[in-house]
């Protein structure tokens, strides 16, 4: 028999998968969980009906949620990750010599297990020691840790359930305060053709909080339209002009300098969200 999984994107489009197996299906405190194992896409990590990351195109989305962030940091020591449960921004962070301290902050332990137990590829680093791993809300770790990271990271799911605030305005002022002097944060902030009132908003809301704002685009195949986005905060330095030599040391299967600069070129539609 076969089997299929569809994620309904928007009320009237969606994706499909083959199913091998079904791993794992169950309501978390916070969530519907399920780890699926697909012909095309090998293991896909699902939260309420959304695809969160597979392990054949994973590699995409935390290259770049982690990497034109620290970069544009000149010596990132200390780095958090809010959400980002499956582990892969860490495993990216981990990349960075400079790195002393990398802490995850999930507010969901049993996406964390079920990434660990289905997705080792992706959540091998949650074991290193300089990672600390925190079974908490982003939201009150972000406001209680004032001035304590270099670059933060907000890996979050869509803005439903828990992750609501972590698209708030209130919440960009206080990753502002959590950063030290030359801080910077990147965020997912959804697809172009699908949420484009969430990236306006967000790009809102993080112009509002820190002095320079970048919006970039990358391309994922499993996520709504393909085609998604990253909002990048920072504090003192242009994510647009900093030097890039870190970039070639770097084992990366998409990130690169010449994609850290074309990642930044917006097509006028996506640009037309940010200006206004
Ligand atoms: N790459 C993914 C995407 O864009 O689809 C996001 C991956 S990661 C699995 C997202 C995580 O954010 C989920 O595991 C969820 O539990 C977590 N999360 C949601 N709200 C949170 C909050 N307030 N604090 C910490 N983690 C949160």
């Known amino acids: 028999m076969d089997l299929w999984y569809t994620e309904k994107q928007t009320q009237a489009f969606g994706i499909t998968a083959k199913v091998r197996e079904t791993l794992v299906a169950k309501t978390t405190e916070f969530q519907h969980l399920a780890v699926l194992d697909t012909e095309e896409f090998g293991r896909m990590l699902v939260l309420d009906g959304m695809v969160q990351t597979t392990v054949r195109d994973e590699f995409v989305y935390h ?122 944060l990147a965020a997912q902030t959804e697809s172009p053709f699908f949420n484009q009132g969430i990236i306006a908003k967000s790009f809102r809301g993080i112009s509002g909080a820190f002095p320079c704002t970048r919006l970039m685009l990358t391309s994922i195949p499993t996520y709504p339209s393909g085609l998604w986005s990253f909002t990048l905060g920072s504090k003192s330095n242009d994510p647009l002009t900093v030097a890039l030599d870190k970039a070639q040391v770097l084992s990366t299967r998409y990130y690169s300098a010449s994609v850290h600069k074309a990642a930044f070129q917006l097509p006028p539609f996506v640009e037309s969200l940010i200006r206004g």
């Open 63 to 184: 290259e770049m949620i982690t990497h034109p962030a620290m970069l544009t940091h000149p010596n990132p020591r200390k780095v958090a990750v809010i959400g980002g449960g499956d582990g892969g921004a860490i495993r990216e962070i981990l990349k960075h010599d400079s790195v002393e301290r990398a802490v995850l902050v999930e507010i969901d332990g049993e996406v964390i297990a079920a990434s660990k137990k289905y997705l080792p590829e992706i959540s091998s680093g949650l074991e290193d020691p300089r990672v600390e791993v925190l079974v908490a809300d982003g939201l009150q770790h972000v406001r209680e840790h004032k001035a304590a990271y270099d670059v933060i990271l907000v890996d979050s799911t869509e803005p439903v359930g828990a992750a609501i605030g972590l698209f708030s305005e209130e919440f960009y002022r206080d990753l502002y305060e959590a950063l030290t002097p030359q801080g910077v």
